[in-house]
């Protein structure tokens, strides 16, 4: 068992399956909890601070964000039909703050509006 599964263990006790793939993916070989910070968009600090259950964010959000990131799941998005979680993830960052007027971005922009898993409030920050 590794050191974070050892941390993570003490602060959760029964450890969350998406914590135990923020673990792994930290743990993989190549890897670090930088590396992994900056694939699901978020800080070091952030990562740190879930692993040991004091994460003062949203953690539904955070979660949210690890499992699209991690856990490769398939979504199916009212625009493009069956996409990757990490996809549908990246579309939504992109529909919270509309900052373009390409036709794609402003029909993907429409669309995360008006589906049920875009939140007004968006994902957690930092």
């Given at each position: 068992m590794s050191a974070r599964m050892q941390i993570a263990r003490?602060?959760?006790g029964e450890v969350p399956d998406w914590i135990e793939a923020?673990?792994?993916a930290c743990d993989a070989e190549g890897s670090s909890q930088s590396q992994v910070a900056r694939r699901i968009?978020?800080?070091p600090g952030v990562v740190s601070a879930a692993l040991n259950n004091k994460y003062r964010g949203?953690?539904?959000a955070l979660e949210n964000r690890v499992r699209a990131v991690l856990c490769a799941e398939q979504v199916s998005c009212p625009a493009l039909g069956?996409?990757?979680s990490a996809d549908c993830l990246q579309w939504r960052d992109h529909a919270a703050a509309m900052n373009s007027s390409s036709?794609?971005?402003v029909q993907?922009?429409?669309a995360c509006r008006n589906c049920p898993v875009f939140?007004?409030?968006?994902?957690?920050v930092g």
């Open positions: 003490q602060a959760w923020l673990v792994v968009g978020r800080t949203s953690m539904t069956w996409i990757s036709p794609m971005m993907m922009f429409r939140t007004k409030e968006g994902d957690d």
